[in-house]
T-cell receptor, first 117, second 117 residues
Framework: AQKITQTQPGMFVQEKEAVTLDCTYD???????LFWYKQPSSGEMIFLIY??????QNATEGRYSLNFQKARKSANLVISASQLGDSAMYFC??????????????FGKGTRLHILP | GAGVSQTPSNKVTEKGKYVELRCDPI?????LYWYRQSLGQGPEFLIY????????DSGLPNDRFFAVRPEGSVSTLKIQRTERGDSAVYLC???????????????FGQGTRLTVV
């Protein structure tokens, strides 16, 4: 069963608009962390933002924020005021099992975001 | 070094040959991950090291794949009797051991593009 689901294979958004990239996850572990990574066409994986399962507030990092809805097991990435440089693949990822056991980070299939001028 | 280093950046090999892919993690990072990424897909987990030991090798596709990290730093992914289906980008990432909140993002190398002809 897929643990990370990203239902939007591709999205087109006008420059300067906000965009929401969807991510749902599946875990029975009470301790887990959720990550978003950006992968431009150059191929590098760039860490964007992190949300811990026990964090009381939604994470924010500059123009990136994470809409964390724990009961729905949803961790959507919101990019405000999109820029042409935001065009890339975006991956949602999850780490389970800490701190009692150190576990792997698993990734979703990604969403390709195109920002239109 | 400043970041995760992977060598070679590109490798072309003939079907049936043996290959080794090297990963040099960020100094002091105890956790090391190997992933395989096919075009347009998310990184597929292969193996995870905590220190010298493989904490989780459940993602290795078959016994042709093996990885080591003998001194808890550099890791080598070894593929025997390569097949055309092994062609992909192999990504390595490293992180510090997660703190109780789980916040320890993984830093990725640029990957090794393996082509089996």
């Amino acid at each position: 069963a897929q643990k990370i689901t990203q239902t939007q294979p591709g999205m087109f958004v006008q420059e300067k608009e906000a965009v929401t990239l969807d991510c749902t996850y599946d875990t029975s572990d009470p301790s887990y962390g959720l990550f978003w990574y950006k992968q431009p066409s150059s191929g590098e994986m760039i860490f964007l933002i992190y949300q811990g399962s026990y964090d009381q507030q939604n994470a924010t990092e500059g123009r990136y924020s994470l809409n964390f809805q724990k009961a729905r097991k949803s961790a959507n990435l919101v990019i405000s005021a999109s820029q042409l440089g935001d065009s890339a693949m975006y991956f949602c990822a999850m780490r389970e099992g800490f701190p009692n056991r150190d576990d792997k980070i698993i990734f979703g299939k990604g969403t390709r975001l195109h920002i239109l001028p | 070094g400043a970041g995760v280093s992977q060598t070679p950046s590109n490798k072309v090999t003939e079907k049936g040959k043996y290959v080794e892919l090297r990963c040099d993690p960020i100094s002091g990072h105890t956790a090391l991950y190997w992933y395989r990424q096919s075009l347009g897909q998310g990184p597929e987990f292969l193996i995870y090291f905590q220190g010298t030991g493989a904490a989780d090798d459940s993602g290795l596709p078959n016994d042709r794949f093996f990885a080591v990290r003998p001194e808890g730093s550099v890791s080598t992914l070894k593929i025997q009797r390569t097949e055309r289906g092994d062609s992909a980008v192999y990504l390595c990432a490293s992180s510090l051991t997660p703190v109780p909140t789980g916040r320890r993002e993984a830093f990725f190398g640029q990957g090794t593009r393996l082509t089996v002809v």
